[in-house]
């Protein structure tokens, strides 16, 4: 199994850009979270999907950030406008209900540098 | 104030040395106990965890929860270089399923010197 697939691995772009960060979950997986870590906070839960459906994006700072989830097999996180204070590394990870329910398998994450 | 407190370190030890990392919480409600670690620039992979109160051993690793006190310990012997990580505590409280959300600590670098 390839694991969590996120793409891209770094991106840098100027304040004001769109970002649009990319996930591929676990073949099976039918949770799907996405995650921001950064020195300060931590570890944030940003929202999380289960068998495709939104289910808490209450951890999403503000209208700025929208994610989707069209199929089993993909997820996007968009950041339209972007600000340098949204520089941090993005995890996707996601889990099957089958499993544990403490089991969380992440991606390697998108490190974002807003200019 | 934050429901986990993690003391970001760094901790330093030499190889060999007993390491104990420790989180506090103030949810009462958190029934599951988690490590996980993350290796620089990975990101993080479940170690270790325990449900309620109690002692769980595996291998090296020994997880530790205090529910009374509301403070978990990992304790790492014969530490080896290849356990320098950053080490992040996360729990939660029980509503069902894979959809738990888990609250992390904002993790304790640990770097074992050789």
């Known amino acids: 199994d390839a694991g969590v697939i996120q793409s891209p691995r770094h991106e840098v772009t100027e304040m004001g850009q769109e970002v649009t960060l990319r996930c591929k979950p676990i073949s099976g997986h039918n949770s799907l979270f996405w995650y921001r870590q950064t020195m300060m906070r931590g570890l944030e839960l940003l929202i999380y999907f289960n068998n495709n459906v939104p289910i808490d994006d209450s951890g999403m700072p503000e209208d700025r950030f929208s994610a989707k989830m069209p199929n089993a097999s993909f997820s996007t996180l968009k950041i339209q406008p972007s600000e340098p204070r949204d520089s941090a590394v993005y995890f996707c990870?996601?889990?099957?209900?089958?499993?544990?329910?403490?089991?969380?398998?992440f991606g390697p994450g998108t490190r974002l540098t807003v200019t | 104030q934050k429901e986990v407190e993690q003391d970001p370190g760094p901790l330093s030890v030499p190889e060999g040395a007993i390491v104990s990392l420790n989180c506090t919480y103030s949810?009462?409600?958190?029934?599951?106990f988690m490590w996980y670690r993350q290796y620089s620039r990975k990101g993080p992979e479940l170690l270790m965890y325990t449900y309620s109160s109690g002692n769980k051993e595996d291998g090296r690793f020994t997880a530790q929860v205090d529910k009374s006190s509301k403070y978990i310990s990992l304790f790492i012997r014969d530490s080896q270089p290849s356990d320098s990580a950053t080490y992040l505590c996360?729990?939660?409280?029980?509503?069902?399923?894979?959809?738990?959300?888990?609250?992390f600590g904002t993790g304790t670098l640990l770097a074992v010197q050789p």
């Open positions: 996360a729990m939660s409280a029980p509503y069902g399923g894979a959809t738990n959300k888990l609250i």
């Open positions: 949810n009462s409600a958190f029934q599951y």
């Open positions: 990870a996601s889990s099957s209900s089958g499993t544990s329910v403490l089991s969380r398998y």
